[in-house]
T-cell receptor, first 114, second 113 residues
């Protein structure tokens, strides 16, 4: 079956521009996570969606970051007024009902802010 | 505040020998620990996990050991194979949480033929 897909795979933007990153989770997975990996660092939790519950936004680094999950499936991570420190690989993962269930990761979107 | 730490950025091992990857954590609320493996340009893939009620979990060539008193876990790969060469991330989760994972910085393992 299809795994988690993300688009675009690479995004180069200029400082100050807005970007949207998309994630298509595995069908039937109710939990969706966004992480980012900066150069030489581990994965950093950003936001979590579970069904119709309010998302856990505790990892978002600033109010320039926001995410939506429409219809309990596709998710979009939006970064407004991008800064150079936003350059990283943004990874999406989904799991069956969250909790201790295995998270399946997509290949990531490499964002470069010039 | 790095709650999960992998202090060795890299490890090189000869094929057939044992690889030992280490991880330390500071948050005593963590009760579930995982190891993920990552190849370049791919997302991490789940390898093995352990609950805090156990001190060892084994799956084929992979064994994870947990020492709660020392807040330390390790991943043993025996025997190591060239295909094991990848970045290995340790991750932890707290009960009652959403399943969000706190990751270490990763250790790059190179297995030489």
């Amino acid at each position: 079956g299809a795994g988690v897909s993300q688009s675009p795979s690479n995004k180069v933007t200029e400082k100050g521009k807005d970007v949207e990153l998309r994630c298509d989770p595995i069908s039937g997975h109710t939990a969706l996570y966004w992480y980012r990996q900066s150069l030489g660092q581990g994965l950093e939790f950003l936001i979590y969606f579970q069904g119709n519950s309010a998302p856990d936004k505790s990892g978002l680094p600033s109010d320039r970051f926001s995410a939506e999950r429409t219809g309990g499936s596709v998710s979009t991570l939006t970064i407004q007024r991008t800064q150079q420190e936003d350059s990283a690989v943004y990874l999406c993962a989904s799991s069956f009902h969250g909790g201790y269930n295995e998270q399946f990761f997509g290949p990531g979107t490499r964002l470069t802010v010039l | 505040d790095q709650q999960v730490k992998q202090n060795s950025p890299s490890l090189s091992v000869q094929e057939g020998r044992i690889s030992i990857l280490n991880c330390d954590y500071t948050n005593s609320m963590f009760d579930y620990f995982l190891w993920y493996k990552k190849y370049p340009a791919e997302g991490p893939t789940f390898l093995i996990s352990i609950s805090s009620i156990k001190d060892k979990n084994e799956d084929g060539r992979f064994t994870v050991f947990l020492n709660k008193s020392a807040k330390h876990l390790s991943l043993h790969i025996v025997p190591s194979q060239p295909g094991d060469s990848a970045v290995y991330f340790c991750a932890a989760s707290a009960s009652g949480n959403t399943g969000k994972l706190i990751f270490g910085q990763g250790t790059t393992l190179q297995v030489k033929p």
